[in-house]
């Protein structure tokens, strides 16, 4: 797609705005009273659902390019992994806030009592240096390293859906559609790995 | 000096006299519609089928949950996993005719039509804790009657042991059968003297109205000091054994969800800790509520476990 400079950033702001509805429509049904009979857990299930969706969404646009041929996907990469590090921060957070009401006492007897919350802080963990090092400064600070520490979003990907099927009581019906998207898209990784690396040896 | 001398009011803004005389009526009824539409009111409803029914004994004077958020927030997994799907799904079940099969170990078996039963059982009121495995509870006014109280006219023999309870198994109106998330039909088991304790409950209503399909119509069993899977919904056989049932989430999870499975904070689920509970109903910044053992209801029940690890019997 050739367009202008314009048109880009026009598009970027429908893409920022469209991937903030998900928060104002949650925010919208709170302060309406419309979350149902446990507010925090819709509030809670649900920014945690956005931020594993936009971290898909991230790890779509490089197959989308390698598919299409197309450059445009990778303009919209830093804005999609940004968004799942905003969602999974207000999931954190009400978490922390909300559920625990921000005992420590709450804290040090339920989280390392359940696995399923070790994997999600582990996950946060993991996407903070990503998010901390997001600006094209960082980037071009950080050089070949950039893209190496970058791909720890991999890893928070499958932590993240060790968290999913960890917390599921019995039916796992969502996590395995994520479980396997995000197969697919790091499959196709490795892949497109395996062939580079043999295109190196058959030279 | 501004002096008017007409009348500025129109004969049209004047109200009519009738109207005028029937304010005090438009008033009640205002009121009362807001009444019936805003607050669901905690307790029982002024015309509900039950709204007579007495207050039984160990009935607490506790904040009673939105009849609402009971009604929208269950787990049953028959119909749906999601809590509120089986609101409207199971609108599609039955509950008349309906009757029980009785079974086992007893002197009376037989199939028992649900309107014989109830006969025979007077229902009263009863505001009981119920705390779900999943860390949340909520405060209810069920309408029913004690187990024991039936169980006993079915005369079981020295060799009863245990009652097994199943639900329904039809998935043509329950559609989360048609899904093998859990062994259907969905089985739950007491030990006798669980099951002739005064505090448990056959249920058929809440709210002093008919129970709503979701949360269990037309009976199911209400044991306030297990966590909720134990109190099985839409039962329609009832088995008297001499050992000791398989239910339907030990039998999924055995390590997870015991035959007993009575509320301890002190015995976390492998995944999670059971410390605290979520009080539905409460602002989003209220705190969780210390969970009690036995649910509270320690006083009426530890007795019966005395002797028992309760961290090897959970």
């Known amino acids: ?123 946060y963990l993991l ?7 997001s600006t094209q400064k960082m980037q071009k600070r950080l050089g070949r390293s950039w893209i190496k520490l970058h791909r720890l979003v991999y890893a928070a990907g499958l932590t993240a859906l060790v968290h999913y099927f960890w917390l599921v009581k019995k039916d796992y019906t969502e996590p395995l559609i994520y479980a396997v998207a995000i197969s697919i898209l790091l499959g196709m990784r490795i892949i497109v790995y395996c062939k580079r690396t043999a295109k190196l040896f058959s030279l | ?17 009738a ?19 805003m607050l669901p009111s905690p307790g029982q409803a002024a015309t509900g089928k039950y709204a007579d029914a007495p207050v039984g004994p160990y009935s607490a004077k506790l904040q009673v949950t939105d009849r609402e958020d009971v009604a929208n ?22 509950t008349a005719p309906w009757t029980v099969e009785v079974t086992g170990e007893v002197e009376k078996p037989g199939v028992y039509n649900l309107e014989d039963i109830l006969k025979d059982n007077p229902v009263q009121e009863r505001i009981y804790r119920f705390r779900c495995v999943e860390a949340w509870s909520m405060v209810v006014p069920w309408i029913g009657f004690p187990l024991g109280d039936m169980l006993k006219r079915f005369k079981p023999t020295s060799k009863a042991k245990f009652v097994e309870f199943t639900t329904l198994n039809n998935p043509e109106i329950m559609v989360g059968q048609r899904s093998g998330v859990l062994d259907w ?65 030990h039998k999924s999870a055995p390590g997870e969800y015991g035959f007993y499975a009575n509320v301890n904070p002190e ?11 979520r009080v539905l109903g409460g602002s989003i910044f209220t705190p969780k509520r210390e969970t009690e053992k036995f649910n509270g209801y320690g006083e009426e029940v530890a007795a019966l476990y005395s002797g028992m690890d309760l961290k090897q019997y959970f």
């Not at chain 1, 996407?127 to 090092?133: I, S």
């Not at chain 2, 015995?267 to 509970?277: D, F, M």
Request: glycine share 6%.
């Open chain 1, 1 to 123: 797609m050739s367009l202008g400079k314009k048109s880009w950033a026009a598009i970027k702001i429908i893409v920022f705005l469209l991937s903030l509805t998900p928060f104002a429509l949650l925010v919208n049904d709170g302060l309406n009273d419309q979350l149902g009979a446990n507010p925090i857990e819709t509030l809670h299930f649900g920014f945690g659902d956005w931020a594993l969706r936009f971290l898909c969404i991230g790890l779509a646009l490089t197959p989308i390019k390698t598919i299409t041929g197309q450059g445009w996907p990778i303009r919209f990469r830093r804005m999609m992994g940004l968004f799942a590090f905003f969602y999974a921060s207000l999931h954190l957070l009400v978490f922390i806030v909300l559920d625990l009401s921000l005992s420590w006492e709450a804290f040090k007897d339920e989280v390392p009592k359940s696995p399923y919350i070790l994997m999600g802080l582990l996950t």
């Open chain 1, 127 to 133: 996407l903070v240096p990503l998010a901390a090092t």
């Open chain 2, 1 to 17: 000096m501004l002096i008017k001398t007409k009348s500025n009011i129109l004969s049209s803004e004047i109200t009519d006299r």
């Open chain 2, 19 to 37: 109207v005028f005389e029937s304010r005090r009526e438009f008033i009640k009824t205002a009121t009362a519609l807001s009444a019936g539409f």
């Open chain 2, 73 to 94: 927030y269950t787990n049953y997994y028959e119909f749906s996993t999601n809590k509120t799907d089986s609101t409207v799904l199971a609108k599609a079940l039955k």
């Open chain 2, 185 to 249: 039909p969905y089985v739950e088991g007491l030990r006798i003297d669980e099951a002739m304790h005064p505090l448990t409950m056959m249920v058929t209503g809440m709210y002093g109205d008919e129970l709503p399909n979701q949360n269990g119509a037309p009976l199911r069993l209400i044991v306030p000091w297990k966590y909720g899977f134990k109190s099985i919904k839409a039962i329609v056989k009832i088995r008297f054994t001499e050992t000791m049932p398989e239910t339907a989430w």
């Open chain 2, 267 to 277: 015995v976390p689920h492998p995944r999670w800790s059971q410390s605290r509970e």
